[in-house]
């Protein structure tokens, strides 16, 4: 889980919230676990690698991941000598173990499914929640959770350890590990696999029952009991016997297994033990998928590999495995046994005795864009042709991060598609030239370059963009998010000039590694960082160290990730990206289908009353976002960047349609905000629909949109129909539309020669080298990019060595001149603090807190409320020409719906009048316990007046609650500070 800040097309914050992703500020940090902040500096010398004609630094040019002192001292701080030496794997279900942000001995629940464990200085505890923990109403925010909730605990007797390391992994499995010196234990869990598997050293193995359990089966060899309304088998060797009573179990052996049983009647429980008394004495000790892109079927194929190596004179009958939805609606040649678990999923079928299967997952394919075939010609052309003319900078900038970099990138791609299609070269190639610009100068690194520039961490094994943003540096998140934008501008430009794809795919393929490595043999980076391969979703936080455990909120920005492999490695001819991108994208649809927009109803609880959600969690789900309690946002942060690679948000048009139904009920209304975003998703349910919504409405474009884009998407939808899902090609860039008057075939072709493609309904089409062809009900021929690669990049790039910057003659110190006189009197501190008395102080000052008004219900946004108001007064000092700075720890606790809302203001002379007021977009609150940090740096602001230098003045801080009636808390001291632009 991330935070990001959104900033807005105004300075109208009523409209726009700010946008976050969970990130542990270096305030609040401070307030958890003690960290260290790392300062951003310059470096003194500069290695570069050179990779073809771009490069990247491997100097340290500006903050890295921070939490406990010891992972921020070596990452590796707790992974055990014997582990695998390659590249720590982040934004996993399991990465608190290892990343240890806020507890630095153990870690966060961790949510396998159909289990969930948490570690401790005992052992490892298990839970198995079956009733969802529901909160909010089926008309506004709301979360469902199955939280961890703890049956019992495995360990061995007398263990006492100060710490849980990781001892190895695998796909989707990991080895927590305990030593106290004495006694030791190591375990396997997994995702998909209700057994745990034990081995114990220097004491007897034990279970810690949380009640007095019903027993149900005791005999040598497995004890099998009921304990929090869950039944568990545990199993020793044949020979060995479970003893004791009350809450506790021991046996006399160094090796055990605990398997949770799936829900059933007390006879099929007994006919699945002797499955489960099989798998538990065979541990699993490697897990891997294997895809394959099966282009002429249109089908990803994945095969789970399982290996076991059973106990000393025990059988090897296989394992068992419990398969997501996901997965179980493409299984072949496997029936599941019947049996279920439940899950914050939906319900997990279960094959037992089993070493792999395979699923087929149809990849539904995508476009760079729809074709034009209701704006290249009449009034439709004219309309899309006035939007073009009064377009301006097709970039539209906000923020020179690697986000917002990455949003205008993709804006301005979006310009290119349409354009080349429409034959208006001279703005397709000016929006081209800027790209090129933008990507040349990040995949440029030199000497003292601190920004617009990428730079990698051999310790973390990580490629990080500076500026970066929402934790993209100090926690790892959202990398697929951030380079997928990158990626997907790439793939554009490399079909108009593919001499700039041989010279700098080198760095496009290092992004992609990064954030999700595609090549196992890769020693640099992890394998598919962001992606889990067994849930079948990416992850946005790096660490995920959190109760309900990892999240993602935008899992439409990780398809934009998916879609740029598949277009970038169709472009380049680079088949293994290409192949990478479709077994992600064909998964992730499935997945997202099911998690994100329920499909089938069968995945949230019936209680909890939304069709859509806004984030997946490891134990749940949330009708929510991280920035705003607005459905338009809760909802759309799922549909947006909307590009071809998109199309698979109407799979389900009936689905897409009662999602905007639901976002018009809960809102009370039709949007208000991010229309665009929301008819745009309309539109793959209804194109009629959405056009006319367009035409009849006002609206501001979301950041990453122009009205432009807006237009063309909404009338060819409006035209081609919705998505023929039932229809595959044997190409990746080709999509079927029906609608009322008939069907349309539409295939792009972005390569340097001519195509044919065959869908499964028969029909082929000839597509000519740069264009997108559509026939059928619907015609459109256009576009004229050169398309294909000069010469195919090498798919697995070797840098040079890095260089040290040559400095054969270096530039001699300037002599320094004297130094002013000291000042007299006290100095002048920008930094000033949250003080108890409601003064602003230099000196940080005790830690403490301080309640604020509770909002009453009522949005108090933009005004401020009952205020709890801190001030300096007397202060003269000379405006830097800089711009207020501030980190404020805020904490919600568990209530949902509180945001905590800033104004910082300035009298100049000290005359009682205001000259400047700075009203700062509010922070929604996360609805989990502990602070978090509001901050100013890339948050909307509302100005009145303009700064000066300050002669005895004012300066005056404001802090309110803008929504809930609950009152959130905001940290005193050390926590909490504002820094003056002055000095």
């Not at 570069?48 to 991941?65: F, L, N, W």
């Not at 009991?225 to 179990?249: E, H, Q």
């Not at 004229?784 to 040290?804: M, R, V």
């Amino acid at each position: 889980m991330t935070f990001r800040d959104r900033a807005p097309a105004s300075s109208d914050t009523s409209q726009h919230q700010q946008r976050r992703r969970r990130t542990a500020g270096a305030a609040a940090l401070a307030l958890l676990v003690g960290s260290a902040v790392v300062a951003t500096a310059a470096p003194a010398s500069a290695d570069i690698v050179d990779v073809g004609e771009g490069s990247y630094t491997t100097d340290q040019v500006g903050a890295t991941p921070q939490g406990c002192d010891a992972i921020e001292a070596d990452p590796r701080a707790f992974v055990t000598d014997d582990a695998p030496d390659a590249p720590l794997p982040t934004n996993d279900w399991w990465s608190s173990l290892a990343f240890k942000v806020f507890d630095c001995s153990f870690s966060a629940p961790l949510h396998a499914h159909p289990a969930s464990y948490l570690p401790s200085a005992g052992g490892l505890g298990i839970s198995y929640t079956t009733t969802p923990s529901i909160s909010g109403t089926p008309t506004g925010v709301s979360e469902y959770h199955f939280p961890y909730a703890e049956d019992l605990r495995a360990g061995v007797v007398g263990l006492d350890a100060p710490h849980v390391a990781v001892g190895g992994w695998t796909d989707w499995t990991v080895d927590p590990v305990w030593d106290d010196g004495q006694q030791s234990l190591r375990a396997t869990i997994g995702h998909g696999l209700p057994v745990a598997w034990f081995e114990a050293t220097g004491g007897d193995a034990q279970l810690t029952l949380n009640g007095t359990p019903d027993v149900w089966l005791d005999e040598p060899g497995r004890l099998g009991l009921s304990v929090g309304g869950a039944d568990y088998l545990a199993v020793v060797p044949a020979d060995v016997r479970w003893t004791g009573s009350g809450t506790t179990r021991s046996a006399a052996t160094d090796r055990f297994a605990v398997a949770l049983l799936p829900d059933v009647s007390t006879s099929e429980r007994d006919a699945l033990v002797d499955a489960y008394t099989a798998a538990g004495r065979a541990p699993v000790t490697g897990t891997l998928a294997d895809y394959d892109y099966d282009e002429a079927e249109g089908v990803v194929r994945t095969t789970y590999a399982l290996e076991t190596t059973p106990w000393p004179g025990a059988a090897d009958a296989g394992t068992v495995a419990a398969l997501y939805p996901h997965q179980s609606a493409y299984l072949t040649g496997d029936d599941p046994a019947g049996a279920t678990y439940v899950s914050p999923r939906g319900d997990l079928a279960v094959l037992t005795g089993v070493d792999e299967f395979t699923t087929a997952t149809p990849f539904g394919g995508l476009l760079p864009e729809v074709p034009a075939v209701a704006t290249s010609s009449g009034a439709g052309r004219a309309e899309l042709e006035a939007l073009l003319d009064e377009l301006g900078d097709p970039l539209g900038q906000q923020k020179a991060d690697t986000y917002w970099t990455g949003k205008a990138l993709g804006r301005a791609t979006r310009v290119v598609e349409i354009a080349d299609q429409l034959g208006r070269t001279g703005q397709r190639d000016a929006a081209l030239a800027d790209v090129r610009d933008v990507l040349t100068d990040w995949f440029t690194a030199a000497p003292g370059k601190t920004e617009q520039v990428f730079a990698y961490n051999d310790d973390w094994g990580t490629l990080v963009g500076y500026p970066a943003s929402y934790g993209s540096d100090t926690e790892l998140n959202d990398h697929h998010f951030h380079y997928g934008y990158f990626i997907a501008a790439a793939a554009t430009l490399a079909r108009f000039d593919p001499q700039w794809a041989q010279d700098y795919g080198p760095m496009v393929d290092l992004l992609i590694r990064d954030a999700n490595g595609y090549d196992r043999s890769e020693t640099r980076f992890p394998y598919l960082r962001d992606f889990d391969i067994y849930a079948g979703h990416d992850w946005a936080s790096g660490h995920g160290a959190f109760a309900a455990g990892n999240n993602q909120e935008s899992s439409s920005e990780g398809m934009n990730f998916a879609g740029a492999l598949v277009q970038w490695g169709e472009a380049t001819g680079d088949t293994a990206v290409r192949d990478a991108g479709a077994y992600i994208f064909a998964t992730q649809a499935a997945a997202i289908d099911r998690y994100w927009f329920d499909v089938d109803g069968t995945t949230y609880p019936e209680e909890f009353g939304h069709p859509v959600v806004g984030m997946v969690w490891g134990d749940g789900g949330s009708y929510s976002t991280w920035f705003s309690a607005e459905p338009e946002m809760i909802q759309g942060i799922n549909t947006l960047p909307i590009t071809g690679s998109h199309l698979y948000l109407g799979s389900s048009p009936a689905t897409v349609r009662a999602a905007y139904e639901h976002m018009a009920s809960v809102n009370g209304g039709p949007p208000t905000v991010w229309q665009d975003i929301l008819w745009n998703h309309l539109a793959l349910g209804d194109g009629p629909r959405a056009l006319d919504l367009l035409e009849s409405s006002s609206y501001t474009p979301e950041e990453g949109e122009t009205r432009a884009h807006t237009y063309h998407w909404i009338a060819n939808l409006a035209s081609l129909g919705t998505v023929a899902s039932d229809v595959r090609a044997d190409h990746p860039l080709a999509v079927a539309f029906d609608a009322d008057d008939g069907r349309t075939w539409v295939a792009a072709n972005v390569t340097a020669a001519p195509i044919t493609v065959t869908f499964s309904d028969g029909r082929t089409l000839e597509v000519p080298a740069g264009q997108t062809v559509a026939t059928g009900a619907r015609s459109f021929a256009g576009g004229s990019g050169t398309g294909g690669p000069t010469d195919p990049p090498d798919p697995t790039p070797t840098p040079t060595e890095p260089t040290s910057t040559p400095t054969p003659d270096p530039t001699p110190s300037p002599t320094p001149t004297e130094p002013d006189p000291e000042p007299t009197g006290e100095p002048f501190a920008p930094t000033l603090h949250l003080g108890a008395g409601g003064d602003l102080t230099a000196a940080p000052g005790t830690a403490g807190q301080v309640s604020l008004a509770s909002a009453g219900g009522a949005t108090r946004d933009g005004t401020p409320h009952a205020p709890t108001v801190f001030t300096a007064t007397g202060v003269t000092a000379e405006h830097t020409g800089g711009g207020t700075q501030f980190a404020f720890a805020v904490d919600g606790g568990s209530t949902v719906g509180l945001a905590v809302q800033a104004r910082v203001s300035y009298d100049l002379t000290g005359d009682g009048s205001f000259d400047r007021t700075e009203t700062y977009a509010y922070f929604a609150t996360d609805p989990v316990p502990g602070p978090e940090t509001y901050s100013s740096p890339g948050r909307p602001v509302t100005t009145t007046g303009a700064l000066g230098d300050l002669d005895g003045g004012t300066v005056r801080v404001e802090l309110w609650s803008v929504l809930g009636t609950a009152q959130p808390q905001v940290a005193l001291g050390p926590a909490s500070s504002v820094t003056l632009p002055f000095e």
